[in-house]
């Protein structure tokens, strides 16, 4: 027992007045301690290292997917959208994987898509027989296809360094132009004059739309630009040679009416006087399709609109056939006020062309003329009861040379009726009368 550590138990015990000790050495009570301390450290020990396997396996399992979606993102970006990546397990990293394959093909098929529809516009663009182009709101020329180079003499390169307001005859056309395409949002065969290379002056249509950017400003302008110099030239010719015709037909016109009604004043006999009436008629009928001929022309081309008012127009034109009427017992009533409305001073052709049709065609007893206001325009009624219009010919009643079968007439006055009223901005309608006969509505735009 010496130089040894024990540990001792010591018990009292009454009934023999003594006491009961256990000596125990330390080494023997330690050494089950020890054991399992040491026990404890190996397990922690194979604890740790079984944790940084697991993990090393579990960063493992998500950096290698992170790795390949970055890998293909890159390969997207450079533009190889027939890269895909392997498909994983069906956890969150599988279905982010599943995902971005399914976006790379609709990207795919998105530029697919683009490609060809800026195939077919570019093919469009290019194989217009038309000069098409693309301006900033500045005039700087963005595009123009080959017909624009070959219509101005410039080539593409030249064309690109210039600006639109120079190809203008005159500058303050560009100004025109532009108000009125930014009021309306378009303009359609809008007439200019451009000046090509070589210094000569076209005669062109410009049917044009704006260019707005996400915000609805106007930064462009985009259309066609079609050539018309020839056409134009040839209706110049056309209109000298119709008025060379006139001039001349309406001077011999005047000269044989002339020399027939002093004829008629002559001593003849009842059946010369009637041959003579017939022939005054027929040459002053001639007299007449010249005058319209003229006013349709006239009535074909731009005019600026001034204010008129509608019931001197149409009062006027009641005076002119008043007494035709009265010869053949027609009744003209006037129910009307006073608008004024844009027109010319041809506005008067529209009522006396329908007045002198209702008295000469209609066989009717009395004409009504109405007039009152329909929002922006004012309607214009002019009311018949006589006999009412074929049905054969009522939907080409306003086309030119149209007229009824047994009609002596030219078939020029409908026709120039709505071309006049067309010219102003206005529209006409045809019906029937309710108790028999015919009604035409004339619809002129408003003065504001």
Not at 424 to 445: A, C, E, H, P
């Amino acid at each position: 027992m010496e130089g040894g550590k024990y540990y001792v138990a010591y018990a009292p015990i009454r009934e023999i007045n003594g006491s009961i000790a256990f000596l125990i050495e330390e080494e023997k009570i330690m050494q089950p301690i020890i054991s399992l301390r040491n026990g404890v450290y190996m397990a922690i020990a194979i604890l740790g290292v079984f944790g940084i396997i697991l993990s090393l396996i579990f960063s493992k399992s998500i950096t290698t997917p992170l790795e390949k979606l970055q890998k293909g993102a890159e390969e997207v970006a450079k533009g190889n959208l027939d890269y895909k990546i392997e498909k994983g397990g069906r956890d969150e990293i599988g279905m982010v994987t599943e995902a971005f394959n399914k976006m790379v093909q609709e990207l795919k098929k998105s530029q697919a898509e683009l490609k060809e529809s800026e195939r077919r516009y570019r093919e469009l663009f290019e194989g217009s027989k038309d000069a098409v182009y693309i301006t900033t709101k500045d005039g700087k020329i963005v595009d123009v296809n080959k017909a624009f180079e070959e219509l101005f003499g410039y080539s593409k390169k030249e064309l690109l360094k210039m600006n639109a307001r120079d190809m203008y005859l005159k500058k303050e056309d560009r100004e025109k132009f532009q108000k009125k395409i930014e009021k309306n949002g378009f303009v359609k065969d809008y007439e200019v004059k451009f000046r090509r290379k070589d210094g000569k002056v076209l005669d062109c249509l410009l049917t044009s739309n704006v260019k707005r950017d996400s915000n609805g400003k106007v930064i462009g302008y985009y259309g066609i630009i079609r050539d018309v110099t020839e056409i134009k030239e040839a209706q110049r010719k056309i209109e000298a040679y119709n008025i060379l015709m006139r001039h001349d037909i309406n001077n011999r016109n005047q000269i044989a009416i002339g020399y027939l009604e002093i004829l008629r004043d002559m001593n003849l006999t009842e059946e010369q006087k009637e041959y003579v009436e017939r022939v005054l008629k027929v040459v002053k009928a001639s007299q007449n399709l010249l005058d319209r001929v003229r006013v349709l022309n006239k009535a074909r081309e731009k005019h600026r609109l001034v204010r008129k008012n509608i019931e001197e127009v149409v009062r006027k034109a009641i005076r002119e056939h008043a007494h035709d009427a009265i010869k053949k017992g027609i009744r003209i009533s006037y129910n009307g006020k006073g608008i004024d409305v844009m027109a010319d001073d041809m506005a008067e052709n529209i009522f006396s062309n329908i007045l002198e049709n209702a008295i000469t065609h209609s066989e009717c007893s009395k004409i009504a003329i109405s007039i009152e206001e329909k929002n922006d325009f004012c309607k214009v009624s002019i009311e018949d009861d006589g006999k009412g219009i074929p049905k054969e010919i009522r939907d080409s009643l306003f086309l030119f040379g149209v007229k009824g079968k047994d009609s002596p007439g030219s078939g020029l006055g409908l026709h120039l009726v709505k071309t006049i009223v067309e010219g102003y901005g206005g529209f006409i309608k045809v019906r029937d009368r309710k108790n028999g006969g015919t009604i035409f509505d004339v619809y002129l735009k408003k003065w504001k």
